[in-house]
């Protein structure tokens, strides 16, 4: 970090709470976000995060233990709020001593925060896509925010991040820290969220094809050639059914989703699902189209959830080295 004087200084408290040299979280990317590329992010100085997705506790227990054989630097577990044994999985944290949960995918249930807190010294990070939302949360038990605009890949809300940063960061950024996420490909943007009062970034699209990931060769072949108009949001169906838009190369699995959306909405209108039923099977649907493109590589019928930054992804790059650019560019733009 003696590279970086200004970056050091303005993340110091980022890094003083995630316990790593540089204030930059990797986006937790089911079947991307796995033992390798968490730790070759950890070990390279950023926050590494573990995308639990739909795992169970038995695999997400295997998970945790592979990661700590790869690296000693710490790193977070994300956790999804709407899984049927997401208490289960807290308690398989807590047994390895993960130092920080990342609670994704709406409100926390009742009695998670305090789950995840209970006796130890854990930390609590939560998305909110609004001020109201962040400031609830907060009081509830978190200690940082993500807030991610929907720029990013995956699972995304409805307000771009420039707009959030304005309206979150003047409010909350002197007295609570909040990362800033969605779309931010280089240094220069890093640079302005953090004197903007953001305690740090995350990132998820640049990480993607770096070279620890195991995301198949066609998967990140199908990133190289993206431009940021390709990556697209898909479209609720069914007003029905809340469907979380998810940002994806556009492609055959699109719009299959939206057959999907309704064959589940049809379940919901004869009573053979309830809401939440309903709204598991999407998630399956989600994870399953996810592997098929980053596992096995078939990005025609497979979901490349990818963010608008994808247009600055060119190559594949160790992790380490994405890093060092992105510090170098924001050290650049706050030397000026």
């Not at 993340?11 to 730790?39: H, K, P, Y």
């Not at 690296?71 to 993960?98: E, W, Y």
Request: negative net charge; hydrophobic residues 45%.
């Amino acid at each position: 970090m003696t590279h970086y004087p200004n970056t050091a200084a303005m993340m110091q408290r980022g890094t003083d709470f995630l316990g790593c040299d540089t204030a930059i979280l990797c986006g937790a990317m089911s079947w991307v976000s796995e033992r390798n590329l968490v730790a070759a992010i950890s070990n390279a100085g950023g926050f590494g995060v573990i995308a639990c997705g739909a795992m169970t506790p038995e695999l997400l227990d295997t998970e945790i233990a592979a990661t700590k054989a790869l690296t000693s630097k710490p790193f977070g577990v994300n956790l999804i709020t709407m899984h049927p044994a997401l208490f289960d999985l807290i308690a398989v944290c807590r047994k390895h001593g993960v130092t920080h949960v990342v609670l994704a995918g709406g409100i926390p249930p009742k009695g998670s925060v305090e789950a995840i807190k209970d006796g130890g010294d854990t930390r609590v990070i939560c998305f909110a896509p609004t001020l109201a939302l962040a400031k609830k949360l907060l009081r509830s038990g978190a200690d940082a925010m993500v807030i991610e605009g929907m720029e990013a890949g995956g699972h995304i809300g409805p307000v771009s991040t420039s707009v959030l940063a304005q309206e979150i960061l003047p409010e909350l950024a002197s007295e609570h820290l909040i990362f800033v996420a969605g779309g931010i490909g280089r240094g220069e943007a890093i640079a302005s969220y953090l004197e903007m009062g953001a305690a740090g970034v995350q990132l998820g699209t640049r990480f993607a094809c770096a070279t620890e990931s195991i995301a198949h060769p066609d998967f990140k072949k199908a990133f190289f050639r993206a431009s940021a108009r390709e990556a697209i949001a898909s479209v609720q169906v069914d007003p029905r059914l809340p469907v979380i838009p998810v940002r994806a190369l556009k492609n055959k699995g699109t719009e299959e989703f939206t057959a999907k959306q309704r064959e589940v909405a049809a379940l919901l209108d004869a009573g053979e699902v309830d809401m939440l039923e309903a709204q598991l099977q999407i998630e399956h649907y989600w994870a399953g189209a996810l592997r098929r493109a980053v596992i096995e590589g078939d990005v025609e019928n497979g979901s490349v959830m990818a963010g608008q930054s994808v247009g600055m992804v060119k190559a594949e790059e160790p992790a380490a080295k994405i890093i060092a650019e992105l510090m170098g560019q924001c050290e650049a733009a706050l030397a000026k």
